[in-house]
């Protein structure tokens, strides 16, 4: 006690109203009221009644077109092959990813059969808690010597790849160029990243390079950090001093085959572009993988162009090779980051072993002389199809900006007030004439660009001309019928 009265005696004297004054800080908010009970509105039964009469609770569940058609589902029965079995009706399959046709490839089949067998359903952990098996790792291992990059990570959804891999790279404060057209999963992984995305029109090499000069004589100003708009375009540059410009990364982000127009990326101009402008390039393959190039590598294949160009390429499982998950493939460097930063791979449960060995059945199938064959004939289907399109609708057209190369082909309305509608009949009529094809869906409050109503049609190599033909002659007879 003695020497704490004599430490009082020798402290300086702001020290001790220092102290007085937090005394008596602390008493004040530990007996203050939080709140004055003469603030409080005293009110009459009948004021009561009025507001309670007044009030109207917002409903649950807000209001549903009854027609909507997700909540008037088709139900499959059976494989999706090159029929498949609608509501009970035998369709002509035009409606789902199976490229090669390998969903209901015996090859494959047994392969997850046997796996199966000796791993059971599934993986029942992620990777890293207890969720690897040698399948996984094979898998991998196959994935990398297939695309001939260094290292491959496997994820168990196609979706959260992308999304997953983006903001395990990409920052605060970093800079993304990205198409306008990518898809959403593209934008799902840019809103993850908490990056400046600056978005180029589809395709168009022209603009995108204007907004990377426009970047570039931007980081060589010396200014506050604030955004300037150029076109219709957000984030058109960022203002930064040259010091921070300097040490900001800087990404550009595209699909190779887009999914919601059916056209390839000019790969030889952005990798111009990126080399130019020091980017890092990612290249989202999800539905090249399987389609395009001699042996189905992808688009670095068709264009004859090294993978090592990028930094990072992201692939699916799911739609040509007739599994589930998806893949990034490149160098040990960059693609080991993801096992502890790609939240997709992290902490999902792995994809499951049977699923794996499916995977791995049919990268076979692509590397054999049947994959081969297959893949020529997707190729020749793909352009006879283009081609008759262009030539033959009515009063439907195919997109402008589709690929001959592309297995997805989207048609698009003729002059109706009201084109989703329309197209939703066509489809019904369609399919009651036993050919399955569907309208293109889309989160329209979500989209960054909505696309416009369209019937998304996906070709196989099953299909053959006379296959086309009879398409567009049912097509066409519904769309007269309707516009009559």
């Given at each position: 006690?003695?020497?704490?009265?004599?430490?009082?005696?020798?402290?300086?004297?702001?020290?001790?109203?220092?102290?007085?004054?937090?005394?008596?800080?602390?008493?004040?908010?530990?007996?203050?009221?939080?709140?004055?009970?003469?603030?409080?509105?005293?009110?009459?039964?009948?004021e009561?009644?009025?507001?309670?009469?007044?009030?109207?609770?917002?409903?649950?569940?807000?209001?549903?077109?009854?027609?909507?058609?997700?909540?008037?589902?088709?139900?499959?029965?059976?494989?999706?092959?090159?029929?498949?079995?609608?509501?009970?009706?035998?369709?002509?399959?035009?409606?789902?990813?199976?490229?090669?046709?390998?969903?209901?490839?015996?090859d494959?089949?047994?392969?997850?059969?046997?796996?199966?067998?000796?791993y059971?359903?599934?993986?029942?952990?992620?990777?890293?808690?207890?969720?690897?098996?040698?399948?996984?790792?094979?898998?991998e291992?196959?994935?990398?010597?297939?695309?001939?990059?260094?290292?491959?990570?496997?994820?168990?959804?196609?979706?959260?790849?992308?999304?997953?891999?983006?903001?395990?790279?990409?920052?605060?404060?970093?800079?993304?160029?990205?198409?306008?057209?990518?898809?959403?999963?593209?934008?799902?992984?840019?809103?993850?990243?908490?990056?400046?995305?600056?978005?180029?029109?589809?395709?168009?090499?022209?603009?995108?390079?204007?907004?990377?000069?426009?970047?570039?004589?931007?980081?060589?100003?010396?200014?506050?950090?604030?955004?300037?708009?150029?076109?219709?375009?957000?984030?058109?540059?960022?203002?930064?001093?040259?010091?921070?410009?300097?040490?900001?990364?800087?990404?550009?982000?595209?699909?190779?085959?887009?999914?919601?127009?059916g056209?390839?990326?000019?790969?030889?101009?952005?990798?111009?572009?990126?080399?130019?402008?020091?980017?890092?390039?990612?290249?989202?393959?999800?539905?090249?993988?399987?389609?395009?190039?001699?042996?189905?590598?992808?688009v670095?294949?068709?264009?004859?162009?090294?993978?090592?160009?990028?930094?990072?390429?992201?692939?699916?499982?799911?739609?040509?090779?007739?599994?589930?998950?998806?893949?990034?493939?490149?160098?040990?460097?960059?693609?080991?980051?993801?096992?502890?930063?790609?939240?997709?791979?992290?902490?999902?449960?792995?994809?499951?072993p049977?699923?794996?060995?499916?995977?791995?059945?049919?990268?076979?199938?692509?590397?054999?002389?049947?994959?081969?064959?297959?893949?020529l004939h997707?190729?020749?289907?793909?352009?006879?199809?283009?081609?008759?399109?262009?030539?033959?609708?009515?009063?439907?057209?195919?997109?402008?900006?589709?690929?001959?190369?592309?297995?997805?082909?989207?048609?698009?309305?003729?002059?109706?007030?009201?084109?989703?509608?329309?197209?939703?009949?066509?489809?019904?009529?369609?399919?009651?004439?036993?050919?399955?094809?569907?309208?293109?869906?889309?989160?329209?409050?979500?989209?960054?660009?909505?696309?416009?109503?369209?019937?998304?049609?996906?070709?196989?190599?099953?299909?053959?001309?006379?296959?086309?033909?009879?398409?567009?002659?049912?097509?066409?007879?519904?769309?007269?019928a309707?516009?009559?």
């Amino acid at each position: 006690m003695l020497p704490m009265i004599e430490a009082l005696y020798n402290a300086p004297v702001y020290h001790l109203v220092l102290e007085a004054l937090l005394v008596i800080w602390v008493l004040r908010l530990l007996f203050r009221k939080s709140h004055s009970p003469k603030d409080r509105v005293i009110l009459t039964e009948a004021e009561k009644d009025e507001l309670i009469a007044e009030w109207k609770p917002e409903p649950l569940v807000p209001p549903v077109d009854p027609m909507h058609p997700a909540l008037h589902p088709r139900i499959v029965t059976g494989k999706a092959m090159k029929t498949v079995t609608v509501d009970g009706r035998d369709c002509l399959n035009f409606s789902t990813h199976n490229y090669l046709g390998l969903i209901g490839n015996t090859d494959v089949e047994l392969a997850a059969i046997k796996c199966l067998e000796k791993y059971g359903v599934g993986s029942c952990g992620p990777r890293g808690f207890y969720g690897t098996t040698d399948v996984h790792l094979d898998l991998e291992d196959m994935i990398a010597k297939f695309m001939h990059c260094e290292e491959a990570v496997l994820y168990s959804y196609s979706f959260a790849t992308i999304a997953s891999a983006i903001p395990a790279y990409a920052k605060r404060g970093d800079i993304i160029f990205a198409d306008m057209n990518v898809n959403f999963a593209i934008q799902k992984g840019l809103d993850a990243s908490r990056s400046n995305i600056i978005f180029f029109r589809h395709n168009d090499m022209n603009h995108l390079e204007e907004l990377l000069e426009s970047q570039a004589k931007a980081d060589l100003r010396v200014g506050s950090c604030q955004t300037a708009k150029l076109n219709c375009f957000q984030h058109a540059s960022l203002f930064q001093d040259p010091k921070k410009a300097a040490v900001t990364r800087k990404f550009l982000i595209v699909e190779a085959l887009y999914m919601n127009s059916g056209d390839i990326c000019p790969l030889p101009e952005l990798v111009e572009l990126k080399r130019k402008y020091k980017l890092r390039f990612f290249v989202d393959e999800c539905l090249s993988i399987g389609v395009l190039g001699a042996s189905g590598r992808g688009v670095f294949e068709f264009f004859n162009m090294s993978v090592n160009e990028a930094d990072l390429i992201c692939g699916s499982l799911e739609y040509c090779l007739g599994s589930l998950g998806g893949f990034c493939v490149g160098s040990s460097y960059v693609v080991d980051h993801q096992r502890l930063s790609g939240l997709g791979y992290c902490f999902s449960a792995s994809l499951p072993p049977l699923l794996a060995a499916g995977a791995m059945a049919s990268f076979s199938f692509l590397e054999s002389n049947a994959g081969k064959e297959a893949l020529l004939h997707l190729e020749n289907i793909c352009k006879t199809a283009h081609s008759l399109f262009n030539e033959l609708l009515l009063d439907l057209e195919q997109s402008k900006h589709s690929s001959p190369n592309s297995p997805i082909k989207h048609l698009y309305a003729k002059d109706h007030d009201d084109p989703e509608d329309f197209l939703q009949s066509v489809v019904k009529m369609v399919e009651e004439k036993a050919i399955a094809i569907v309208t293109a869906t889309y989160l329209e409050k979500e989209e960054k660009f909505c696309p416009a109503p369209s019937i998304r049609i996906a070709l196989a190599s099953h299909h053959v001309e006379e296959d086309v033909r009879h398409l567009i002659s049912v097509l066409n007879e519904a769309t007269s019928a309707l516009s009559c």
